[in-house]
């Protein structure tokens, strides 16, 4: 759902491209839905929850709609004409989400490295009613940490209902199959071929 609002704002975004930025319109959307939650939530406008999450969507998917409604005739040639490339594009984001998180079942449980830090830090932020939030460390004192990575994962953890236990090893997935379709998709449009496609992907993961 998420890449389908990134889309349409992909293909006004970057004209140049041969897919016209299809290929990281999932990651696209989602930047521009946290960044918006991210921002009710700093200015207090909403309480933390599903809501908001909800509430940050629609605002990018109403961007998405105008966009669209626009260019209707536009993108629906262009998915036309290039839908098994887009297909394939988005077999390619499968493939990194199911590697990796195949990879990570192997050891899923979150006791070692840093992932303690990052599973209380994504406890904090889907708990907390606004932001900044708190250290899970230090009782009172604002967490001074990066966390806009955090807090994507956050909002997909709103929108699905799921535990943090799942969407914090669901991420890896995520994190897998975006970067995989990001640099196949770049790779393919800089290089012109399929098999540049591949190899830049390949490189990259």
Known sequence: VVGLVGAPLCWAAFPRL????????????????TYVLTTVLSLHLLPNGRRAALLSLALVAAAAAVV????????ARF????????LLGEAVFAAGFL???GIRA?????????????FSILNILVRT?????????LAGVPLGYY?????MVVFLTFLTHLSTRF??????????????????????????????????????L
Do not use: C
């Open 18 to 33: 041969q897919d016209r930025g299809f290929g990281f319109a999932r990651l696209f959307g989602l930047v521009l839905a």
């Open 106 to 118: 192997l050891n899923p449980e979150i006791y070692w490295g840093e992932k303690p830090m990052d």
């Open 167 to 204: 969407t914090f090893n669901l991420a890896f997935g995520l994190l897998g199959g975006t970067i995989l379709q990001g640099a196949f998709s770049l790779a393919r449009n800089w290089g012109g071929t399929l098999r540049a496609g591949i190899a830049g992907g390949a490189v990259l």
């Open 147 to 151: 966390t806009f990575g955090h807090e």
């Open 99 to 101: 590697l990796f998180l």
């Open 79 to 86: 998915v036309r004409e290039n839908r098994r490339s887009l």
């Open 68 to 75: 669209y409604l626009r260019n209707r005739h536009d993108v």
């Open 129 to 137: 009613k606004s932001l900044p939030t708190s250290d899970p460390w």
